[in-house]
Antibody, heavy 116, light 105 residues
């Protein structure tokens, strides 16, 4: 399973660090992702990090968000800065195999970020 | 870039197809997720037509041309949920469809 933490209320322009803790699987064998969902809206992929640490971002967060992982601690992080109203959402961590075509097969319960 | 109908209704026991459209979607690998209220999404189809363990056989998928379809046979009340398709765009960014709310009535 995976458990997110770190969400909260932050002012526009502020920063927040999300974390995700994985258990019950070999964390280092999987690519890890952040996916967000605004209230009553759909899903939006935010960022990913490969098992070796290679990062990927959607264009709207590149330069503002930084994804990282600590395999020894089974942890995933998302450092968010210069936050905007549009970043308000529930943020889920999700795992995928190295081949992303296999989909996101395990998701956390989500942590809520409110920018206001 | 991936277009899904906002809502679809089906009667219990019937078969329903949920569509997802996008340019040359058939050339990309498509996944489908089910999301019940207050819950995170659950993967129900990957690589167009593969079912993860634990997903009932009545869930099936296909993908050709510009349209991918998730078919639910013998629809049950517990299938009522939001369903999202997911693929890649030309910039190798993961994209989701806007979701379809499936109502079983």
């Amino acid at each position: 399973q995976m458990v997110e933490s770190g969400g909260g209320l932050v002012q526009p322009g502020g920063s927040l660090r999300l974390s995700c803790s994985g258990s019950g699987f070999t964390f280092s064998n999987y690519d890890m992702h952040w996916v967000r969902q605004t209230t009553g809206k759909g899903l939006e992929w935010v960022s990913a990090i490969g098992s070796a640490g290679d990062p990927y971002y959607r264009p709207s967060v590149k330069g503002r968000f930084t994804i990282s992982r600590e395999n020894a601690k089974n942890s995933l992080h998302l450092q968010m800065s210069s936050l905007r109203d549009g970043d308000t959402a529930v943020y889920y961590c999700a795992r995928s195999a190295v081949n992303w075509n296999d989909g996101f097969d395990v998701w956390g319960q989500g942590t809520t970020v409110t920018v206001s | 870039e991936l277009t899904q109908p906002p809502s679809v209704s089906v009667s219990p026991g019937q078969t329903v197809g949920l569509t997802c459209s996008g340019p040359d979607l058939g050339e990309r690998s498509v996944c489908w997720y089910r999301q019940r209220p207050g819950q995170p999404p659950t993967l129900v189809i990957y690589r167009d037509d593969k079912r993860p363990s634990g997903i009932p056989e009545r869930f099936s998928g296909s993908n050709s041309g510009n349209t991918a379809t998730l078919t639910i046979s013998g629809t049950q009340a517990l299938d009522e949920a939001d369903y999202y398709c997911q693929a890649w765009d030309i910039n190798n960014v993961v994209v989701f469809g806007g979701g379809t709310k499936l109502t079983v009535l």
